[in-house]
């Protein structure tokens, strides 16, 4: 046998011997637990657990296959308490790449082992990726899945399911440390599926924004997001992941609030307005605040001073008129235009290239500026920021000789 393989099999028997040493430890507290207080969840496991005999040593044969039985729980993850788990699928697939490099293998590494060495692998990839993936919040949730399935089971008169689920959520409550988490079959089915779901994701997002399209053809790029074969495609994975519409739409929103956030503090200028916009902007905001006039108003007091709530409001609302009335379907075109070519410019790539393909789509509603009124306001206010920021840098260098 060759020192490689020597050394394969020396791994397999101590990643065999670290899972049953966790067991063990997971044993001795569910037959601690099974001593302590009496409540519903353990009237719930009595018939799983009278079926299995004598348990009353917390180990043994008995103990074992019970052990087994709970890590063998893949299938309900297939059940509908279990659709909204959501682990983050980009997030899911970067780990496991990670894992996948740590532990040195590769398809052509993989093809040297045998089917049991395989198996071992793949396991341990998915035990080491649920360790990264399992967070706090992530695990109070399926914990009350499991508890919502356990309910509805036993509303249902399944009782050898529900004992099942029972004695499996008595047993997770107890891992405060979560240390035979990853092991468990539920917790790698939901591991397992989104790790698919991150690649299926970057495939669907090479299939429309190849390299190639994106660095020299966008139009190509919109093109194939329309085709129908794209669609049917992103649909599939939307249908076939639960969950995964809910992340998309998230992940979405927090982009475009990300987005909002960095035009209003003038760190993504957009030049939403022109200089006589900008102009004619300030004199409303000056008369709403009780100036005769912008100048009046910046000799006298800073863009960020003190107003009244009432007065505060007053300022916006006229705003918000202003911007209504600016942004004409003429002048919403032009704009759509100019943010198109932002969308195109190699400056705005990788950080807003995602917010800036949703405020492209935003704007092509003929109603842009009803429905995304925030939207014009914050890029108004940022500009001013940002403005004002530009002028106090050419005070600091002084006039140029």
């Known amino acids: 046998m060759s020192h490689s393989r020597k050394k394969t099999k020396k791994l397999q028997k101590q990643r065999q011997q670290k899972r049953q040493d966790t067991l063990k430890r997971r044993e001795k507290t569910l037959h601690q637990r099974s001593e302590q207080a009496y409540d519903e969840v353990l009237e719930d496991m009595l018939p799983l657990v009278s079926r299995f005999g004598d348990l009353s040593t917390g180990s043994g044969p008995a103990m074992e296959k019970l052990m087994l039985m709970l890590l063998e729980t893949h299938d309900l993850a297939d059940e509908p308490e279990m659709e909204g788990i959501l682990f983050d699928p980009m997030l899911a697939a970067k780990a496991i790449g990670k894992v996948i490099e740590k532990m040195e293998l590769s398809p052509g590494k993989l093809d040297f082992l045998s089917k049991e060495e395989r198996e071992d692998a793949h396991l341990e990839m998915l035990e080491k990726s649920a360790k990264q993936l399992l967070t706090a919040d992530l695990c109070q949730d399926i914990l009350k899945r499991l508890d919502d399935l356990r309910l509805r089971l036993k509303r249902s008169g399944k009782k050898k399911d529900t004992a099942k689920v029972a004695v499996l959520l008595s047993f997770m409550r107890e891992d405060k440390k979560r240390e035979s988490w990853?092991?468990?079959?539920?917790?790698?089915?939901?591991?397992?599926?989104?790790?698919?779901?991150?690649?299926?994701?970057?495939?669907?997002?090479?299939?429309?924004?190849?390299?190639?399209?994106?660095?020299?053809?966008?139009?190509?790029v919109i093109d194939k997001l329309k085709k129908p074969g794209f669609i049917r495609k992103a649909k599939t994975m939307l249908k076939k992941t639960p969950g995964l519409r809910d992340y998309l739409v998230k992940q979405a929103d927090k982009t475009w609030e990300e987005g909002?956030?960095?035009?209003?503090?003038?760190?993504?200028?957009?030049?939403?307005y022109s200089t006589e916009e900008m102009a004619a902007g300030m004199e409303i905001i000056a008369k709403a605040s009780g100036f005769d006039s912008a100048k009046t108003m910046v000799t006298n007091?800073?863009?960020?001073?003190?107003?009244?709530?009432?007065?505060?409001?007053?300022?916006?609302?006229?705003?918000?008129?202003?911007?209504?009335?600016?942004?004409?379907?003429?002048?919403?075109?032009?704009?759509?235009?100019?943010?198109?070519?932002?969308?195109?410019?190699?400056?705005?790539?990788?950080?807003?290239?995602?917010?800036?393909?949703?405020?492209?789509?935003?704007?092509?509603?003929?109603?842009?500026?009803?429905?995304?009124?925030?939207?014009?306001?914050?890029?108004?206010?940022?500009?001013?920021?940002?403005?004002?920021?530009?002028?106090?840098?050419?005070?600091?260098?002084?006039?140029?000789?």
């Open 182 to 220: 990853p092991m468990i079959g539920l917790v790698q089915a939901l591991v397992q599926r989104h790790i698919k779901a991150g690649f299926d994701l970057m495939d669907v997002t090479m299939a429309a924004m190849g390299p190639d399209d994106v660095d020299d053809n966008e139009a190509l």
């Open 260 to 272: 909002l956030d960095a035009i209003l503090a003038g760190d993504l200028n957009l030049d939403v």
């Open 301 to 401: 007091a800073s863009l960020s001073g003190k107003l009244s709530e009432d007065k505060a409001k007053i300022v916006i609302k006229q705003l918000e008129n202003y911007i209504t009335n600016l942004f004409t379907p003429a002048r919403l075109e032009q704009l759509w235009g100019e943010i198109d070519a932002f969308w195109k410019d190699s400056r705005y790539k990788g950080k807003w290239s995602p917010f800036l393909m949703l405020l492209r789509e935003s704007l092509a509603d003929k109603k842009a500026v009803e429905y995304e009124k925030g939207f014009f306001v914050y890029a108004f206010w940022g500009e001013l920021r940002a403005g004002a920021k530009e002028s106090k840098e050419n005070e600091a260098r002084g006039p140029e000789c």
